[in-house]
Structures are given as structure tokens and as C-alpha cells.
């Protein structure tokens, strides 16, 4: 049973679109991380928040912790195929548990 | 490049068979976890290790088991393979344990059980 819920689950979209992926819970996270994978790799750290109401911006990529540290949101802003990949939520619980969601696997058609 | 490094990258095996994965952490790091991804799963939490020590457990199955040594390094030991247990294990080291910490990730193993 996923803890977290990440939506989409699939985005396709062309080259400089904007988008939005989203991961909720109905526990309290104590912090949140986001964290991209490519095919053949193991996931990549892109951003901490553990702030409610934190943004946090990496480039072209904008993160919101939602104010109940409920909710996340990655936007990505003119999306490039190098964008293409995994995206991984994963939330820190207060008993110093982590957990991931399922991802949304984006593609990025040049 | 991670740091962590997982061996063997591909193990092709039958069930019933016993497998035994190794990964070493990233330089500093004293925690390791393992992860099972598989494509309708996601990722898994499997184990988590501290300095030597059992520190967390998840959806780990009686037929795995883990331990880390005293050089830190750990092994993911799986036995009476199913074929539901093909996916991809992975192994990632944080400095410290704790929800909020980085964890670097290997590339992974990838097991196929015929």
C-alpha cells in the first residue's frame, strides 16, 4: 500500500510546455524530498523541503511543500527532453520512517 | 556518480535459487537501505542498516534477509526465489539515519528469476 500518491502516474509532453506533478498524503510529512531517475540508474536527489508553505527553485524547476505538509508540487517550466525521466516523491514521517510514491514518469518528444 | 556501488549489476537466476547482492556505501555514510522497484510497485522500502545495526525495517519478506559488516559495506541475501521477486534492488547510503537526510543511490541489481 502506497502512503504517498503521485499524479500523473504518465505525462507525455512536447518540448517547452510547462507542467505540474503532484504528491499528496493524508499523513504529515516531517520534510519531503523529490528525486528523478533515468533509465539504468539508481534515483537523484533534487530538492529537501521540510518547511509547510517552503518553495524551493532548481533552474527551471520550481518545488511547493503545501502549508499542512500534506501535499507537494514539482513544476517544471519550459520542459527540455533532458527533463525526461522518473519523478520520485518520498516523505519523512516523524518517526524517522521514508517512504516513496509509485512516480510519474515523464517524457519530454523534442 | 553516487559513491555507492552495487555488485552484480545483472544476476540471472532460477527459482528456488539463494542470491546474495552486495553494496558499498558512499565514503562518510554509516546508513544503508535497500529498495525493490518493480514496474507495478514502485519503489520499496526494504531494510535500513546503522553502523551495523538493524535500524528500520519495511516490506521486507521472511525469505530476505540483510546485514552490515563492520567496513560498513552490506549484503541483501535472497532465498527460495519466486518469480515475483525479478525487479530492480537497490541500495542507497545517507551520512546519518533520519527521514530528512539525502540518500545516494547505487545503479542497481537487476535479478531475473526463470
Excluded at chain 2, 547482492?21 to 542498516?49: E, N
Aim: proline letters at 4%; a negative charge; hydrophobic letters at 30%.
Amino acid at each position: 500500500t502506497q502512503l504517498l500518491e503521485q499524479s500523473p502516474q504518465f505525462l507525455s509532453i512536447q518540448e517547452g510546455e510547462n507542467l505540474t506533478v503532484y504528491c499528496n498524503s493524508s499523513s504529515v510529512f516531517s520534510s519531503l524530498q523529490w528525486y528523478r531517475q533515468e533509465p539504468g540508474e539508481g534515483p537523484v536527489l533534487l530538492v529537501t523541503v521540510v518547511t509547510g508553505g517552503e518553495v524551493k527553485k532548481l533552474k527551471r524547476l520550481t518545488f511547493q511543500f503545501g502549508d499542512a505538509r500534506k501535499d507537494s508540487s514539482l513544476h517544471i517550466t519550459a520542459a527540455q527532453p533532458g527533463d525526461t525521466g522518473l519523478y520520485l516523491c518520498a516523505g519523512g514521517y516523524n518517526n524517522n520512517d521514508m517512504r516513496f510514491g509509485a512516480g510519474t514518469r515523464l517524457t519530454v518528444k523534442p | 556518480d553516487s559513491g555507492v556501488t552495487q555488485t552484480p549489476k545483472h544476476l540471472i537466476t532460477a527459482t528456488g535459487q539463494r542470491v546474495t547482492l552486495r553494496c558499498s556505501p558512499r565514503s562518510g555514510d554509516l546508513s544503508v537501505y535497500w529498495y525493490q522497484q518493480s514496474l507495478d510497485q514502485g519503489l520499496q522500502f526494504l531494510i535500513q542498516y546503522y553502523n551495523g545495526e538493524e535500524r528500520a525495517k519495511g516490506n521486507i519478506l521472511e525469505r530476505f534477509s540483510a546485514q552490515q559488516f563492520p567496513d560498513l559495506h552490506s549484503e541483501l541475501n535472497l532465498s527460495s526465489l519466486e518469480l515475483g521477486d525479478s525487479a530492480l534492488y537497490f541500495c542507497a547510503s545517507s551520512v546519518e539515519p533520519g527521514a530528512h537526510q539525502p540518500q545516494h543511490f547505487g545503479d542497481g541489481t537487476r535479478l531475473s528469476i526463470l
